[in-house]
Structures are given as structure tokens and as C-alpha cells.
């Protein structure tokens, strides 16, 4: 399956343990959507339409109204990289 460079960096952070963060405005439409690591700092470049992109390939998941987090189907479309730490 085809992944974007930008959707392989948001699933490997979710994958980690990350965390997708939605704000929606008073009609519920979504307007700012940021992805966390697990150490609190937001991934840079990661936007609404990349947020839509993962869900609509349902690569994300929410689950009792808590952030947004990688689903089984994210977890084995994601190729493995070793961890920099």
C-alpha cells in the first residue's frame, strides 16, 4: 500500500504511543488538528486534510471520545524503522 512520507512519520509516532488531537468549532467541523508523542511535542507539518487522509483509510481510530490513536490495520500498514533514541 502506498503511504506518504507524511503519513508514515504521523503513524510511526502514533504507533510509539502517540496521540492525535482534534479542536472542532461550534458547528463540529474540525479545524486545527495536531499530532503529540508520547513526550508531549507536536509533529511538525501534520494537518486536517492528513488527519481526513488516516481516518478515511481507517489507519486511526477514536474510541469513547478520547484522542484520536492508531488502529491494528494502521499498525501493520506502517513499515518498521529502528527507534533514534
Known sequence: MNISKME???????????????????????????????????LSGFSVSLFKKLKKRRFIQSRNSMPYRITMHGLSSVR???DNR
Open 8 to 42: 508514515q512519520r504521523a503513524l510511526h509516532t502514533l504507533a510509539q504511543g502517540g496521540a492525535i488531537l482534534i479542536e472542532r468549532d461550534k458547528k463540529r467541523k474540525i479545524i486545527k488538528a495536531s499530532c503529540v508523542n508520547r513526550d508531549g511535542w507536536h
Open 80 to 82: 518498521s524503522q529502528l
